[in-house]
Nanobody, 118 residues
Framework: QVQLVESGGGLVQPGGSLRLSCAASGKIFDIKSMSWFRQAPGKQRELVASSSRLGSTTVADSVRGRFTISRDNAKATVALQMNNLKPEDTAVYYC????????????WGQGTQVTVSS
């Protein structure tokens, strides 16, 4: 089992920046991908960005050029740098990790609120 704890959410004005961090504990040697998802009120949870264990990354079209995912395997952490934030980025952001032999075990953090408002 892998435990994930997020930090760094908060209130920011449009155009501002925030950095989210996620620290993993437990069977960290077993972690495959690490990702960030978000869920806005009344909407489905969606993938924001993902990083494989080897460092390849994917970013959703809606945030490409503004958000960057980075990962430190040695520290078992993943971060999401969010720049030029927009009101539509307001959501609860969740850290996600796949672990197990085939990455079949899904692990979620508790979520951190990001609110973009003037």
């Amino acid at each position: 089992q892998v435990q994930l704890v997020e930090s760094g959410g908060g209130l920011v004005q449009p155009g501002g920046s925030l950095r989210l961090s996620c620290a993993a504990s437990g069977k960290i040697f077993d972690i495959k991908s690490m990702s960030w998802f978000r869920q806005a009120p009344g909407k489905q949870r969606e993938l924001v960005a993902s990083s494989s264990r080897l460092g390849s990354t994917t970013v959703a079209d809606s945030v490409r050029g503004r958000f960057t995912i980075s990962r430190d395997n040695a520290k078992a952490t993943v971060a999401l740098q969010m720049n030029n934030l927009k009101p539509e980025d307001t959501a609860v952001y969740y850290c996600h990790a796949r672990s197990g032999a085939d990455g079949a075990v899904v692990n979620w953090g508790q979520g951190t609120q990001v609110t973009v408002s003037s």
